[in-house]
Structure formats: C-alpha cells, structure tokens
C-alpha cells in the first residue's frame, strides 16, 4: 500500500523563490529519500535522511524529518527553471522490505 | 556511460501480443528492481531481484514473468498485455540487499509502454 503523500500535488513558483514539499508518512521508517524526476526521465536520488536525524542539508536543498508527525519536507532553496521536475519522497522500514513511494509533487520554476 | 539502460525506449503494441523489455546495469550492483508508474504518476514496485534472485514479488498478474540472466540484467516479459498495462516501467538497481533501505536507487530512463 502507499506510504507517502507528498503535498501540494503540484507548486508554481517564480525562479529565485523557495520552493517548499511535505511528505506524510503513515507507519514508522528507517528512512526517507527524496527523488527528482525530470518529464521523460527516470528518477535521480536527491538526499536521503535517517530516521534519528532531524534536519540534513545538500547543496540547495534542505530536508526535515519529525517522526513523532510522520512527516518530512524538501525547501530547496533559490530555484531556478532546472529544478523543474517531479519531487518524490520514498520510505524505507517499518516491516517494509522494500522503498514505498508517493505520488510526488510536480514543480514548475518560472524563469 | 550510462549507468541502468532499458530497452525500447517506447512500445506501442495491440492487447493480446507478447512483449519484452530488457534492463541492464553497469554499476556492479547486486539488485535491481521492476517499477511501474501509472499514469497519475504514482510508482510502485513489481519485482526486486538480489544477484539472479528473486526477493519481491508485489501482487502482479502472472502474466508478468521478470528473468534475470546475471545480476547485471534483469528483463521483463509480459504475456497477453491488457489496455491497463498501459504505463511507464521503470528498472532501478541497488548495491545491496542488505541495505535496500539506505541505497541509493539508481533508476533507468522508463520504457512507455502503450497497449491498444
């Protein structure tokens, strides 16, 4: 079954901006990665966060996790038109053997 | 060099044929994985195989019968496709089962599948 909801469905934003998605999760994780899709493409890992951390940074990106909310965002910070893409969150653990993914947050950076 | 390749690219066939789609990796990793996206994106796993193994097998009709030569290749074959297999099937590979949890997935380009 599904485990992450990634909200908004979709984000429009004006390149330089910040760019911000949730992911919700329902049964407890070792931990969650983020991808990014671009249209036509596969997915490419972005960053991927354990479950006894609390904040992780790369480059741009900046993720979160409160496990006690079941919950993880993405900010990436200063967007530009590339960072166009699909954004999913993906979980691992909880009885699981296997990566769950969400149905991803489609963001489109304005130039 | 291109790290997990899928071939064709793009497949347009009629319900009822027998088709095939060929996955290879060049990572030296130990297991890869069949993803199928629909059409509302979602993505959701099918098969994971660790070194010609099979570990996964979601709820997938039996029409699905993923094969896996070598730990480098794992294809897919499905029988009698059906106008709801219409989709994007993705291949991915992981260093290790071990830590399925924490690899990275490496993901090939898609194959878009349309059954008509």
Redesign the interface.
């Known amino acids: 079954s599904q485990q992450g909801e990634e909200d908004p469905q979709a984000l429009s934003i004006q390149e330089g901006e910040n760019a911000t998605m949730n992911c919700s999760y329902k049964t407890s994780i070792n931990n969650l990665q983020w991808y990014r899709q671009n249209s036509g493409r596969g997915l490419v890992h972005l960053i991927l966060i354990r479950s006894n951390e609390r904040e992780k940074h790369s480059g741009r990106l900046r993720v979160t996790l409160d496990t006690s909310k079941k919950s993880s965002s993405l900010l990436i910070t200063a967007s530009r038109a590339a960072d166009t893409a699909s954004y999913f969150c993906a979980t691992g653990g909880g009885g699981s053997e296997k990566l769950v993914f969400g149905k991803g947050t489609k963001l489109t950076v304005n130039p | 060099d291109t790290a997990?390749s899928q071939t064709p690219k793009y497949l347009v066939t009629q319900m009822g044929n027998d088709k095939s789609i060929k996955c290879e990796q060049n990572l030296g990793h130990d297991t890869m994985y069949w993803?199928k996206q629909d059409s509302?994106?979602?993505?959701?796993?099918m098969f994971?195989y660790n070194n010609k193994e099979l570990?996964?097998n979601?709820t997938v009709p039996n029409r699905f019968s993923p094969k896996s030569p070598d730990k480098a290749h794992l294809n897919l074959h499905i029988n009698s496709l059906e106008l709801g297999d219409s989709a994007v099937y993705?291949c991915?590979s992981s260093q290790d089962v071990a830590t399925?949890?924490?690899d990275?997935?490496?993901?090939?380009?898609?194959t878009r599948l349309t059954v008509l």
């Open positions: 997990v993803y509302k994106k979602f993505l959701k796993i994971s570990i996964i979601e993705f991915a399925i949890f924490t990275t997935q490496y993901f090939g380009p898609g």
